[in-house]
Nanobody
């Protein structure tokens, strides 16, 4: 059983930056690909970025390419999402999720095994 705890959300003006962190415990972190999802009110939970267990491959949804960077530190059991040039459309609850490395399906939320509680990111215009 893996527990995930996000931190780093908050209120920021458009153009600003935030860094989200997700601390994992209770499992073998290296056995999991990690993803960041977000969900705005009335919308589905969509993938924002993902990273393989080794950190060698990353994925970004088109709307955040060039602005967001996902990374991980397997020694610390943590994954990060650096968010720059934030826009009001980035406002959402951001979730960290873990998917066992033998499972396919980076983009679909139902493929992920464990989820954090979420952290609110609000970008004001």
């Amino acid at each position: 059983q893996v527990q995930l705890v996000e931190s780093g959300g908050g209120l920021v003006q458009a153009g600003g930056s935030l860094r989200l962190s997700c601390a994992a415990s209770g499992g073998t972190f290296r056995q999991y690909h990690m993803g960041w999802f977000r969900q705005a009110p009335g919308k589905e939970r969509d993938v924002v970025a993902a990273i393989t267990w080794s950190g060698s491959i990353t994925y970004y949804t088109d709307s955040v390419k060039g602005r967001f960077t996902i990374s991980r530190d397997n020694a610390k059991n943590e994954v990060y999402l650096q968010m720059n040039s934030l826009k009001p459309d980035d406002t959402a609850v951001y979730y960290c999720a873990a998917r066992h490395y033998l499972k396919w399906g980076t983009l679909e939320a139902h493929n992920y095994d464990y989820w954090g509680q979420g952290t609110q990111v609000t970008v004001s215009s």
